[in-house]
């Protein structure tokens, strides 16, 4: 069992044999409770004066809860595992212990509950290790700055919204308009980059669940992520801890050095289901009826996202946590929240996503803060401009639906606004490659692009594509090595042919 005190592959026997050993007879005092009702994923307790919060607490039939309300007469918990036999008056038991997860290696590849328990059918991992669920955030001297790049092979993203690894951005936008289709291609992108990848999902159904865990079997990402599921019929409890659970998996691997990407899917879910454990538990209601410490709830999980220093490992954790808002409302109480905490967010507009601009990223109201100190100095060199040329053409593209005759600079700007916009256009499950993105960016830079037919472009970013796998060319390459490069590659095609 995940809580189980005593070790595992038959030490027992040697631990038991120690405590016989060193038995000795004695007054001893124990400490028990009674159950006063259960209901709801959640149990009502008198006595245990000396329970602590988030305290584990075992039941008499077997059950397992955690201390989660402590009041003057009785205490709250919640239960994260319940038998039949649960009862008022059933006896209740102290454990002094804090609720862990096995961690490691043998996690990777795997579809776990926020308990640990598999639920892919296959045995339980053989893990020495434990890591609390909920723990401090490193402190600031085991910090860096963030300053290498996490590739997401989307080409809005890397040139426009770049991410670095360590940060925490956002993905917010209405329901259905690809805020998971863009977290998991940025889950895909990660294969041989040295990066595990920790995918949380909170409360999805379960043809959702299965639907996400099928995608990263099929394309070959499941073998370095971990996945972690409370389903929506699971108790709120289990909906509660699972972002924690993700995180303590991600968190062992940056502490060991590792580079970590977790996606939290979706907060918004997580902020609901906190807020019904804490109506249930009798606190007292907030905002919109959250409690009060919402805000605190999701910051020290976002906290403990980042980048270490050399002196502690040098590890990383990037956070991608999702929130859902309702009609495009981002000054809604938990997206307001999230968007304070985190370092930047990809907002996903559903008007962008009816006229078929995918993904539909808004770039008006998308930002990464700290992303662009970790660009490659090449992409960065390239894209320097070019987010402030597509706002700029945004804005242009306004006044010519008034019919309002334009000069010949304007004009330019507007084609080659349109060349942008159909560049940046991409399918799903289609991540590209930091060499690809730059190729493109340097085309589009030197003109290569100018010819407006969404079809000349479409054929041109084939060719770039299919020229990188035969005729490799290194990221660091000047932009002279570049052009010679994509003349090569581009002859013949569009205007700038022969």
């Not at 291609?185 to 041989?192: G, K, T």
């Not at 190729?439 to 407006?452: E, L």
Request: charged share 25%; aromatic share 8%.
């Amino acid at each position: 069992m995940p809580f189980h005190a005593t070790p595992r592959n038959g030490s027992s026997l040697a631990r038991l044999g120690e405590q016989v050993e060193h038995y000795r007879f004695g007054l001893r005092l124990e400490e028990y409770g009674k159950v006063l009702s259960v209901g709801d994923g959640i149990a009502w307790i008198r006595g245990l004066p000396s329970a602590a919060m988030d305290e584990l607490l075992m039941f008499g039939d077997g059950s397992r809860g955690l201390v989660f309300h402590l009041g003057n007469q009785r205490l709250g918990a919640i239960l994260l595992e319940q038998t039949v036999g649960l009862a008022s008056g059933s006896p209740v038991y102290l454990t002094g212990q804090r609720l862990a997860l096995s961690v490691g290696d043998g996690l990777a590849g795997r579809v776990i509950d926020p308990l640990g328990k598999p639920l892919d059918g296959g045995p339980a991992p053989e893990l020495a290790l434990r890591r609390e669920l909920d723990v401090s955030s490193p402190p600031i001297v085991a910090r860096d700055f963030v300053d290498r790049p996490l590739y997401t092979g989307t080409k809005i993203v890397d040139a426009m919204i770049p991410l670095g690894r360590g940060q925490r951005q956002l993905i917010i936008g209405d329901n259905g308009v690809g805020k998971t289709s863009l977290a998991l291609d940025v889950v895909l992108n990660q294969r041989d980059r040295d990066v595990l990848c920790v995918y949380v999902l909170i409360g999805q159904k379960r043809s959702d669940t299965i639907s996400v865990i099928d995608l990263l079997r099929r394309y070959g990402a499941l073998a370095y992520t971990t996945v972690v599921v409370a389903e929506a019929s699971d108790s709120p409890g289990l909906k509660y801890l699972a972002p924690f659970a993700g995180c303590a998996v991600a968190e062992y691997w940056m502490w060991h050095g590792r580079d970590t990407l977790i996606v939290y899917d979706d907060l918004s879910t997580h902020a609901r289901a906190y807020r019904e454990l804490s109506l249930l538990l009798r606190r007292p209601p907030g905002r919109e009826a959250y409690p009060g410490d919402i805000f605190f709830l999701h910051s020290r999980l976002l906290e403990r996202s980042t980048c270490l220093a050399a002196s502690h490992g040098g590890g990383s954790m990037t956070a991608l946590p999702i929130v859902e808002t309702e009609q495009g409302e981002i000054a809604a109480y938990i997206p307001t929240n999230l968007i304070s905490i985190t370092d930047g967010q990809i907002y996903l507009d559903r008007r962008l996503f009816g006229s078929g601009f995918l993904p539909a990223i808004d770039i008006t109201r998308s930002v990464s803060r700290i992303g662009g100190r970790a660009q490659h100095p090449r992409i960065k060199e390239e894209a320097a401009r070019m987010k402030l040329d597509f706002l700029q053409f945004l804005e242009l593209e306004t006044f010519t639906r008034f019919g309002s005759k334009l000069e010949a600079s304007m004009e330019q700007k507007i084609r080659r606004g349109q060349v942008l916009r159909e560049i940046l256009k991409q399918e799903r499950l289609v991540p590209l490659s930091p060499e690809f993105q730059l190729a493109w960016m340097v085309a589009y830079n030197t003109g290569r692009f100018d010819d407006p037919d969404p079809a000349t472009i479409r054929q041109q970013l084939d060719v770039l594509a299919k020229g990188l796998e035969r005729f490799p060319i290194d990221l660091s390459a000047s932009r002279e090595e570049w052009n010679q490069w994509l003349d090569r590659r581009l002859s013949g095609i569009g205007r700038h042919g022969g």
